[in-house]
């Protein structure tokens, strides 16, 4: 392990992200439906809500790839 360096490459965050929000958009479409009961309706705010979600999630993913804290050594 490099003094520094993340010990989780880009590629494993980004398959990280795309696994966490595939399950997420599962759940969101499922409680959007049952409060809009509309299919059309509840896509919408699947696709909006999800997208900028995978973007944060992707980008506090790679923060914390940078914190030591509660990490033991290699």
Known sequence: MTPGKPLDTH??????????????????????????????LSAGIVLFVDTYSTILYYMHERIWAHIRWGRRPA
């Open 11 to 40: 590629p494993r965050s980004i398959a990280k992200s795309i696994s966490y929000r595939v399950l997420s958009v599962a759940v969101d479409y499922t409680v959007a439906y049952f409060f809009t009961h509309n299919i059309a």
